[in-house]
DNA sequence: CGAGTCCCTAACCAAGCGGTCAACAGGCAT
DNA sequence: ATGCCTGTTGACCGCTTGGTTAGGGACTCG
């Protein structure tokens, strides 16, 4: 996982793995038939942390908070797992073709929360919460770009290029109105 | 450079470029010292249509005006240059180490991009135009977050998964306070 | 004509690659 | 004890890799 994670497929070789391991090269190849296969199972692994249940954190929060916990979680999420992150983006931009597994999968994990995302908006509309009043389709696109672009400051800049506490604040204020942030103690102290 | 962009370093063998150019290995190894050095140039030859002039566009148009054509020049070449950018971010994402050469063009580029958005931003709130008060380095580093956010839709979903016009309206919802966008014909056609 | 320089090639090289194979050690049921 | 299955190994294989080398046309200059 370390060597594959680190330097990628080509750029790894069974002997160096074999080597890291303390184990032979044979040995290696009596448990995965091909490099291949070790590859995807070590893909496997390392995509495991991703699939994280969402549904428990729902709670008893109104459409607001609930909006800001999912937001606060991937923030959170991408700033802790910045390198596996890394890692997983270079593999899906070297790969271009849709039908390799890894895609779905990821694509897969993303739609999820982009649903979520236009669910929590549509209701946090229906109740005013919400001061942004465009398509909630839209708004969850939006709001995930935003994500994303945030994603990229941390996977190029490292933790200390990204001002969290700021882009927070800015998508409140976007979402809901919310007055541009003085300190205050609602911002959860995992940030 | 077809090649390269396409497979990546590793990813490409000398015999592979010699064929596909019709040519002995031999004779790219007496161009070119190394594959190293072979790829350095690739690299350079792929960058130059990233230095474009901001200055000759600026004109005679107010701070708004120059900041929606700041931000639809960055999305149309990011929309039209999708397969080369891909090629850099994985390029980037895959050496970590800031002394690389390649990294500090990008990020000079990058910078220069987004002290051009503060100073804008800047000037557009001294004149009131801006209805967004956050400071103009949040509020650059916000846009230029979305900007990337985009960038990464470009690069995953192809052209298609991108709503260009809906972001762009939301962008002037949130700089400007425009309303949100019914058709209009001041959306250039470039888009 | 002859020397020199520039391009270019076929053949070659050592090293490393992904992968295989025969052998073998240890536990375990017969 | 015997045979079998699971792990494990060092040695090996064919092939490709990045890179070299000796040499040969074509052109220019004196």
Chains 1, 2 share one sequence.
Not at 57 to 76: M, N
Not at 165 to 175: D, H, Q, S, T, Y
Request: charged share 25%; proline share 4%; aromatic share 10%.
């Amino acid at each position: 996982m370390r060597l594959f994670a680190m330097r990628g497929f080509h750029e790894t070789s069974m002997s160096e793995v074999a080597r890291a391991a303390s184990v032979s090269k044979a040995l290696i190849f009596w448990h995965f038939k091909t490099k291949e296969e070790l590859f995807m199972a070590v893909l496997n692994r390392l995509l495991e942390p991703y699939f994280i249940d969402f549904a428990e954190e729902a709670g008893a929060l109104d459409e607001k908070s609930q909006l800001l916990r999912l937001i606060e979680l991937y923030l959170v999420f991408v700033r802790d797992n910045a390198s596996s992150i890394r890692f997983f983006v270079a593999q899906l931009l070297h790969d271009e073709k849709p039908s390799d597994g890894l895609t779905n999968q990821v694509l897969q994990l993303y739609d999820g929360y982009r649903t979520l995302l236009v669910d929590l908006i549509g209701r946090a509309q229906e109740k005013q919460l919400c001061k942004c009043d465009f398509p909630p389709q839209a708004a969850a696109s939006f709001l995930l770009a935003m994500l994303n672009g945030l994603l990229m400051g941390f996977l190029f800049t490292g933790d200390k290029g990204v001002d969290l506490k700021g882009a927070i604040a800015m998508l409140r204020n976007w979402l809901f109105g919310d007055a541009p942030q003085r300190e205050s103690d609602d911002i959860p102290p995992s940030l």
